[in-house]
């Protein structure tokens, strides 16, 4: 049993999709969020920058005594992780590892989908954890970088022309490759999952990386005896920029569920 917190952060409101499956999965965890919505989207940055905000969004975790760091950032998981890991004595878990792990069993066509921000596809991260866990399987990779910034105005429904031209001209090609399983790899893209559903069809089997990160994350604590013992776990979020533009968007991502209090930080002051 250990009754401490689990930190958990993403380069906005996104990270928000794998706090919701944390308290599905683990209803009796405290969690602390951190969404450097300052400095959101991470997908253009060079690895160097996204390094140095990575530390910095960690550090900012570490000021509270966590047991675990969810890394709920497809950019940084894929570009930061093993740095991040080795510079750590707190077990941290990205969204690459458990998401491909997850693609692997479920596809039987052998052809598997990722989309994802530029930095996440540009590091190849996701088609190494593939050659590592399954070389056989055919991989097809594609940058979605108006995804975010479109999610976090909340363009993100069926029935939205602006959303659905745009996913359809992103996924077109996937969808010609007759992938028959597609990996969500940035934590804003779940909101994106009944348009993306609509555009794929009904072979297409969709995996969350957020969830998946969520449930390796509960694996972990469960493995190690660190599974918190409360009648019902809290959360608590902080955030980089205005609190009210976080508290406005964030019902959408944790599925209509309150935040109440969002506490703004100046994540400068952390990290090196």
Not at 30 to 56: C, H, M, S, W
């Amino acid at each position: 049993m250990n009754q401490r917190p689990i930190g958990v952060f993403d380069s906005g409101l996104g990270g928000l999709t794998a706090v919701r499956q944390l308290r599905r999965l683990m209803p009796s965890e405290n969690i602390i969020y951190f969404g450097d919505t300052a400095r959101v989207p991470y997908g253009n940055r060079g690895r160097e920058t996204l390094l140095k905000y990575a530390r910095q969004d960690l550090a900012f975790l570490r000021s509270f005594d966590l047991k675990a760091v969810v890394v709920a950032c497809g950019t940084v998981s894929t570009n930061c992780i093993d740095a991040l890991q080795a510079e750590s004595d707190v077990p941290i878990t990205g969204v690459v590892e458990p998401a491909v792990q997850r693609a692997a069993e479920l596809s039987r066509a052998r052809r598997v989908g990722l989309v994802a921000t530029r930095a996440s596809v540009g590091s190849g991260a996701y088609e190494r954890a593939f050659r590592r866990i399954d070389p056989s399987l055919e991989v097809y990779s594609l940058a979605c970088p108006l995804f975010v910034p479109l999610v976090e105005e909340g363009r993100c429904r069926p029935g939205d022309v602006v959303i659905e031209t745009v996913a359809e001209e992103y996924l077109a090609p996937l969808r010609e490759r007759g992938i028959d399983t597609l990996v969500l790899g940035c934590t804003h893209y779940p909101l994106l999952a009944d348009v993306i559903r609509n555009i794929m069809g009904p072979g297409v089997t969709l995996v969350d990386a957020g969830a998946e990160s969520a449930r390796a994350c509960q694996e972990l604590l469960t493995q190690r005896g660190a599974l918190a013992n409360r009648p019902e776990g809290a959360a608590s979020y902080y955030t980089s920029d205005r609190a009210e533009n976080f508290q406005r968007l964030a019902a959408l991502f944790l599925g209509g569920d309150d935040v109440g209090q969002v506490q703004q930080i100046d994540i400068a002051g952390y990290g090196p």
